[in-house]
């Protein structure tokens, strides 16, 4: 544990942990030298000798078990808070370099619970717990060796119990091993799909879901209380068993100096301090055994964080210099989980141009932009962006080169001026009104009461889909990236917003290079190169015009979608 703990923060933080754990060590035997202080001390009170040097030097041994105490929990909690500056940015530099397809819903539930209470898990190691572990081995161990000093066959006594209490401690740690780890994966799961129950409040909604409950969370609860009574009962019995050979240990210890005294080994002053100490000897492994459910959490939440912190990031280390804004992909393959979705796709986007990619639902749109965006690496071929292969620009680089405007745009708690702002964070009040001003924006401004400083936002939620959309453009015309990556809006719109959209997108295509999953048959035919999609290949690609008199594949989803344009929804 402590290896683990030494690994997870790093070895900035060795000699902080090391000397953390020495202060522990000496408190745990000044701990031990002051019960074991008791024997001589009660021997001379009993016995009516002069015990006032022992009873100075107690007082001094209890001092200095103070001053021991107060510097371990100093240290521990010093180490504590490093653990949890530590695991914060280690966690929040590793996690910023991970794919951006790592961050599924389940993972993101997960994240948000081990940067809440697991680092609050871990941190609690070194601040409480560690010191209760180290000394239920360091203070029994210093009074078994004063023990042998008092009298060796008592020592030997409480040696031989040793063994069973250790035994009794490891069989109740293995025992309840098996169902902490099931304990943990059903706490993850629960607060997964709590997590999502929140999240998909409208849909489930919608379905009158909430009344008669949510099956996956519901399911999710159920195994998690089952986690729970099964880890109690394996934990029961084991912490019963300790407490049981605790006292064995004593009550052997007890007849062996019982039995002395009888024979006039051992007087009986003596034999108290020593029954005294024998008390004590096994109170720090009670102590040890209490904390066990709380030192396994931590251990269960230490090996999350690591897996976190050990998924491979996106290799990057290039130093590539982007060049013309053209996108080029050569024989691209990717598989989502094994499962193949893109096979050997190449086209070429060329600088200022505008592509369509076109294609039925789940061909793998989708999945190439984010390619060309790196959220995910290919498993075959390259993905060249500005002339570079997207693998030879630091992240940074490569992200200053595209925007991306998504169709499902996520706007932030604030205002609609940060919202747009996040395009490029310095941008001063008059460019981002600007950009605002080009993606037509403005008239939600002076739509909303507030304007600009109007607050919206995912609670808010005052926006339409297509003016969402705008505001998604107006931060890419902000950022000013040359290339594009947009995926149109499939809703339909109204008129008046359906012009401004189209407008703001003519502003954002003008000088860029726009690679468009398109749905508007205006878009597509005014594309300058059409890509046709099918089952992950491409099946077709030319000019609307090229296309049409082919009288292909494209062809036939061109006259599809005319017709379904031309559907309108009768009363019978
Ligand atoms: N993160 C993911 N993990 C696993 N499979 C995924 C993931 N994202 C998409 N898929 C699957 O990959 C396939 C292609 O999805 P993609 O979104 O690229 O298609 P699309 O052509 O953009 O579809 P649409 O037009 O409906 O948006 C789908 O079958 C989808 O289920």
Not at 10 to 32: D, F, K, N
Not at 153 to 160: D, F, I
Not at 187 to 207: K, M, T
Request: charge should be neutral; include cysteine.
């Amino acid at each position: 544990m402590i290896g683990e703990l030494g690994a997870v923060l790093g070895p900035e933080h060795g000699a902080r942990l090391r000397r953390s754990l020495l202060a522990m060590t000496v408190y745990g035997v000044l701990q031990g030298a002051s019960f074991a202080m008791l024997v001589p001390v009660l021997r001379a009170l009993l016995s009516g000798e002069a015990a006032g040097a022992w009873l100075a030097a107690f007082a001094a041994v209890v001092a200095a078990t103070a001053v021991a105490s107060y510097l371990q929990s100093q240290y521990g909690y010093a180490v504590g808070l490093a653990a949890l500056r530590t695991l914060y940015h280690r966690m929040g530099d590793h996690v910023a370099g991970l794919p951006v397809g790592w961050f599924s819903a389940d993972r993101v539930g997960r994240l948000g619970q081990l940067a809440g209470k697991g680092v609050m898990d871990v941190m609690s190691v070194p601040a409480h717990l560690l010191q209760v572990v180290v000394t239920s081995v360091t203070a029994p161990a210093t009074v078994l060796v004063c023990m042998f000093v008092f009298d060796w066959r008592l020592g030997l006594a409480a040696l031989v119990t040793a063994p069973f209490l250790w035994l009794a401690f490891r069989w109740t740690q293995t025992l309840v091993q098996r169902s902490d780890t099931a304990m943990d994966d059903a706490g993850a799961e629960g607060a997964d799909r709590v997590v999502e129950f929140a999240r998909q409040q409208a849909s489930l909604r919608a379905f009158g879901r909430t009344a008669d409950g949510y099956d996956l969370l519901d399911g999710a609860l159920v195994r998690q209380r089952s986690a729970l009574r099964r880890l109690l009962r394996t934990t029961l019995p084991g912490l019963g068993a300790v407490a049981l050979t605790v006292q064995l240990a004593f009550t052997a210890i007890l007849l062996v100096g019982c039995s002395l005294a009888l024979g006039g080994a051992v007087d009986v002053p003596e034999l108290v301090g020593v029954l005294v100490l024998a008390v004590r000897f096994t109170e720090p492994l009670l102590a040890a055994a209490d904390v066990g459910g709380e030192l396994r959490m931590a251990r269960g939440a230490l090996r999350r964080i690591r897996d976190v912190l050990t998924t491979p990031p996106l290799p990057s280390g290039g130093t590539a210099r982007a060049g013309e804004p053209s996108i080029e992909l050569d024989g691209v393959s990717f598989a989502y989980d094994e499962r193949p979705l893109l096979r050997g796709v190449s086209f070429t986007v060329a600088p200022r141009t505008v592509t369509a990619l076109v294609g039925p639902s789940g061909s793998g749109k989708t999945t190439l932009t984010r390619l060309i965006a790196r959220f995910w690496d290919a498993s075959a071929g390259s993905v060249r962006v500005c002339g570079n292969d997207v693998r030879d620009y630091p992240p940074e680089d490569l992200m200053a080169q595209l925007s991306i405007v998504f169709q499902d745009v996520y706007l932030f708690e604030g205002t609609l001026e940060d919202n747009i702002r996040l395009g490029r964070p310095d941008a001063t009040d008059e460019e981002v009104r600007e950009a605002g001003r080009l993606a037509r924006v403005e008239e939600i401004a002076e739509r909303l009461p507030g304007g600009w400083q109007a607050r919206i936002g995912e609670a808010g939620a005052t926006l339409s889909g297509g003016e969402r959309q705008r505001v998604s453009i107006a931060r890419a015309i902000l950022k000013d990236a040359p290339i594009v990556l947009l995926d149109e809006a499939t809703a339909a719109l109204d008129p008046e917003n359906e012009s401004a959209l189209m407008d703001a997108l003519a502003t954002l295509a003008r000088d860029r290079t726009l690679l468009v999953i398109a749905h508007r048959l205006s878009t597509i035919a005014a594309a300058d190169q059409i890509v046709m999609l099918e089952g992950g290949v491409i099946a077709e690609r030319g000019t609307h015009q090229e296309l049409l008199e082919a009288g292909g594949r494209y062809a036939a989803f061109w006259e599809e979608r005319a017709r379904a344009r031309g559907w309108r929804l009768v009363r019978a």
